[in-house]
């Protein structure tokens, strides 16, 4: 009988329960110190260390696999640098390149929309520049590949950094009822 989680991610922690490194044990923040996940347990995809958001555990590599291979939508909020234009928005969703392991690689076109407002995520424990240094609206990335901190490379190649990313939603779970660091077991992920 496998187990089954959805957590909401908080920045600063690495998407994993421990590491061997010795040197990271003591300077980082591991997913153990938010819950006593069952022995076998394993993050299904990755949030990199400054990423927030929808994170899904399982004892079930099966299914760990499936997910991270079958094309489920991941969709994320991302705050970028600069009032984001439209021809911007479009070169999204069509696929940029951006590099993967120092090679060329060409996104899958994907949905971007902008985000009217702010979509209302708690403070982070790590504050974001303020609106003194300029605009720093919301966009909303909806991919279904999963490189190697590929919306953070997506947005710059379109010349907008990304200040903030939250994960909100992976196929049909969402973030929402969610607080940071929250932890719930689930009886299916999809």
């Not at 990271?24 to 938010?34: A, D, G, H, I, S």
């Not at 479009?90 to 076109?109: D, F, H, R």
């Amino acid at each position: 009988m496998h187990r089954h989680f959805k957590l909401f991610k908080p920045y600063g922690y690495l998407s994993q329960l421990i590491s061997n490194d010795t040197r990271q044990v003591r300077k980082k923040k591991f997913l153990k110190e938010l819950y006593n996940f069952p022995e076998g347990t394993m993050a299904v995809g990755r949030l990199d260390e400054h990423s927030e958001g929808l994170l899904f555990m399982t004892t079930d590599g099966k299914l760990s696999h499936t997910i991270n291979t079958s094309g489920v939508e991941k969709e994320y909020y991302a705050q970028v640098d600069g009032a984001i234009t439209d021809e911007a928005i479009l070169a999204l969703t069509q696929g940029v390149e951006i590099s993967v392991e120092g090679k060329k690689y060409i996104t899958k076109p994907c949905k971007a929309r902008r985000i009217d407002g702010d979509p209302g995520f708690p403070e982070r424990s790590k504050k974001i520049r303020d609106l003194r240094h300029g605009p720093a609206p919301w966009i909303s990335i909806t991919i279904t590949e999963g490189k190697f901190r590929q919306v953070r490379k997506m947005t710059s190649a379109v010349g907008f950094a990304t200040l903030r990313l939250v994960r909100i939603r992976i196929g049909s779970q969402t973030l929402m009822g969610l607080e940071p660091s929250q932890v719930i077991e689930v009886k299916e992920l999809l």
